[in-house]
């Protein structure tokens, strides 16, 4: 009786002690779990994170969201090296106007990499070659017929036109027509001057 007693005993002290089933560096949870602390089964007690197995999560516009597929190319930059990786999932909520978008690592984790590290991030939605592109400017959706103000050759004046722009990235646009390589056009917000078609640049001093 007193050898199963003591069996018991040492199966108990060996159901307390908390194992992961995992390798990976353990991390203390925002609200820790103090030594001597009763808690039920279930509670987590502590997080064991996989540095190797690391995911960068992208916050996306909604609006911007809608042209995003399994496995595109994406560029995750850590701010202090940028690490190639591809989209595995596309959260199909809408959370704050925005969409989450998980996007696998494929390459080794520049120095500093540790989780919940601010990150920005390039989806790979299509590459264009040998198009006319110009800065995306402050107002105009793709596809569609814009005015811009191009600057004139004395470089003192700029004068409206109409443009025809395919597509755009975050920071570029596509031109179909109306302007040619070379010419320089304001992007800035002119909405203020929507009755005019002509304004005259002023140097800074």
Do not use: C
């Amino acid at each position: 009786e007193f050898r199963r007693v003591l069996f018991r005993s040492q199966k108990q002290e060996q159901a307390l002690q908390v194992r992961a089933g995992i390798s990976g560096v353990l991390a203390p949870l925002s609200t820790p779990v103090q030594v001597g602390e009763h808690v039920i089964a279930g509670t987590s007690v502590a997080e064991v994170i996989q540095l190797d197995k690391l995911k960068a999560a992208l916050q996306i516009a909604e609006t911007q969201a809608h042209d995003i597929q399994l496995d595109q190319p994406a560029e995750i930059d850590t701010h202090n090296g940028i690490v190639r990786g591809h989209v595995t999932r596309i959260d199909p909520a809408v959370v704050n106007g925005t969409r989450t978008v998980d996007v696998a690592l494929d390459g080794p984790l520049p120095k500093g990499a540790v989780p919940s590290l601010s990150v920005d991030g390039t989806i790979d939605l299509q590459r264009l070659h040998d198009v006319l592109y110009v800065g995306r400017p402050a107002f105009g959706n793709e596809h569609s017929t814009i005015s811009l103000f191009r600057m004139d050759p004395n470089g003192k004046t700029a004068s409206r036109l109409q443009v025809q722009v395919g597509a755009a990235s975050v920071t570029e646009i596509v031109i179909r027509s109306g302007l040619r390589e070379g010419d320089r056009v304001i992007l800035s917000d002119m909405s203020r001057y929507d009755n005019v078609d002509n304004v005259r640049l002023i140097q800074p001093h």
